[in-house]
């Protein structure tokens, strides 16, 4: 079983949809979350941390379930823009190294 | 936010040929770097991680004789792949850390390797 495994997708949506992003991670020594965006023939850009009360930037939400080991990508009023792979990552205390998802993708279409 | 700047972005070379890749982090000394692969359509994977002053850590499964690490200042660690061969064909990003280990990673622009 991978560390962090994500739906691969890919999710179709038309502009204005709201889509949602599930990753769960299997070792409960991870300590901090992740969203990166990578575009296709890109490097992995950071999107936003994710923390244990859930947080909110713009139009993305993301919410950590520790119990669950479970994470999550709320992106509302979804953009052409959006369009790109999402990857879940998180490291674990004390263990200097991110541990990758396989990547969601997201295409958004007119 | 920081940099990391990787060079080249792309190549294209023989076989049995040895290629460089080098990765600087511009605005803050890293002592650690990672390199990753990611083939077509699949997740990053990490290869090894990078250590100022010392030997690298290789993943398992990742040979240590065909990709050399050096790592010899606190701004620069090089990938080489030696003896290249098709099947090292990929996209290979570096990445580095600020000494808050809990921080976000900076990714370098990554590198197109085609080994034909």
């Known amino acids: 079983r991978k560390e962090v495994e994500q739906d691969p997708g890919p999710f179709n949506v038309p502009e204005g949809a709201t889509v949602a992003f599930n990753c769960t991670y299997s070792n409960s020594a991870s300590q901090s979350f992740f969203w990166y965006r990578q575009d296709c023939r890109k490097e992995p850009k950071l999107l936003m941390s994710v923390y244990s009360s859930g947080n909110e930037d713009g139009r993305f939400t993301a919410q950590l379930n520790r119990a669950s080991q479970y994470i999550s990508l709320l992106i509302r009023d979804s953009k052409l823009s959006d369009s790109a792979t999402y990857l879940c990552?998180?490291?674990?205390?004390?263990?200097?190294?991110?541990?990758f998802g396989a990547g969601t993708r997201l295409a958004v279409h007119p | 936010g920081a940099v990391v700047s990787q060079h080249p972005s792309w190549v294209i070379c023989k076989s049995g040929t040895s290629v460089k890749i080098e990765c600087r982090s511009l605005?803050?000394?890293?002592?650690?770097m990672f390199w990753y692969r990611q083939f077509p359509k699949q997740s990053l994977m990490l290869m090894a991680t990078s250590n100022e002053g010392s030997k690298a850590t290789y993943e398992q499964g990742v040979e240590k004789d065909k990709f050399l690490i050096n790592h010899a200042s606190l701004t620069l660690s090089t990938l080489t792949v030696t003896s290249a061969h098709p099947e090292d064909s990929s996209f290979y990003i570096c990445s580095a850390r600020a000494p808050d280990s809990n921080t976000e990673a900076f990714f370098g622009q990554g590198t197109r390797l085609t080994v034909v």
């Open positions: 990552v998180v490291n674990r205390s004390g263990y200097n190294k991110l541990i």
């Open positions: 605005d803050f000394q890293a002592t650690t």
